[in-house]
């Protein structure tokens, strides 16, 4: 017996708010000092993550055919695992601007994708919808920030979680843009044939979105594991000292834990590239967020995304797509 079906509206209302908590993840962990690299912290805090999940999740009835859980196995390693390594590779080469401007492509590629993949037609209120905030999210991007704040350390996505606006664009190395390039695309790839494969396990509402979350976390932290060996010895590891943990805690609760659920409870019940698209709005909502909290006004290109990625939501959200399967 599967789980009950999740209706479009609840599924919209839980992507933008995954969105929400990656966002207020992303300025989280920028603020917490620690010199561990960009993708060790993403495993650290994935190991977390699904060290506070798991017990929850193996208590729960796991009725899903084996299909559905291979393929969320498979979507966690290479939407998390590969695709936040490339991500966070490109951040190193091309910064947050220019690699938040190849990633805008995710709902167009995805909408694309599971139109030949999966038979999922928007129809054209929607993808306008999708073009405007992709619209938004490219005005975000190419926005420079109006004031210099201090770095708090590497920004750690993980399964969508978006970083804050930096304060600029690092020097590029020769030969760097073009790697960095390819990384970026490798990347979009990744997170976007990850969500169709979680889209392809969930849209029959066979797993429960939390339960979903977890597998996921658990295929990604299992292929990442490797990686430990790169850690510093203990009694030189730049661990959060207890002044950071609760920061650490909250930032990996809200980005990861309920962050990835929220995205798994949006992919069950809307079409990949919809989902993708309002799950896309994290750098958006980050602009009143840093005006609030960092004094870096949004500009004009901020006040112009905004109302684009209102009224994007909003066809998205309200208008239904012309065939979308077991959505």
Known sequence: MSAPPISPPFAAAAAL????????????????????????????????????????????????????????????????????????????????????????????????????????????PQLLGVALITAAVLLVAGRPPQRS??????????????????????????????EGVLLALAALACGSLGALLARAALRGAAVPPFQAATLRLAAA??????????????????????????????????????GISLQQTALAGLPGGLAVALLGTAPVMALPLAWWIEGDRPGWR?????????VGVALVVLTPALGSPGG
Do not use: H, Y
């Open 149 to 178: 704040v201090p770095d708090g350390g590497d920004p750690a996505p993980a399964g969508g979680e978006q970083p804050a606006p930096e304060r600029g664009e690092p020097p590029l190395a020769p030969g760097a843009f073009r």
């Open 302 to 310: 901020g006040l112009l995304a905004a109302p684009c990625a209102l």
């Open 17 to 124: 708010a995954a969105a929400l908590c990656w966002t207020l993840a992303s300025l989280l962990w920028r603020r917490l000092p620690t010199s561990l690299g960009a993708i060790q912290l993403n495993l650290l805090k994935n190991l977390l993550a699904l060290g506070l999940q798991l017990p929850l999740a193996l208590a729960l009835p796991w009725q899903a055919p084996p299909g559905a859980l291979l393929l969320l196995a498979a979507s966690g390693v290479v939407g998390i695992a590969l695709g936040d390594s490339f991500f966070f590779a490109a951040l190193r080469r091309l910064g947050t601007r220019r690699t938040l401007t190849i990633d805008a492509g995710g709902p167009a590629l995805t909408t694309l994708a599971g139109v030949a993949l999966l038979g999922e037609v928007p129809g054209p």
């Open 221 to 258: 932290s299992l292929v990442m594991l490797p990686l430990l060996r790169g850690f510093p010895l203990a009694g030189r590891r730049p661990r959060p000292l207890a002044r950071r943990w609760p920061r650490l805690l909250l930032a990996t609760l809200l980005g990861t834990s309920i």
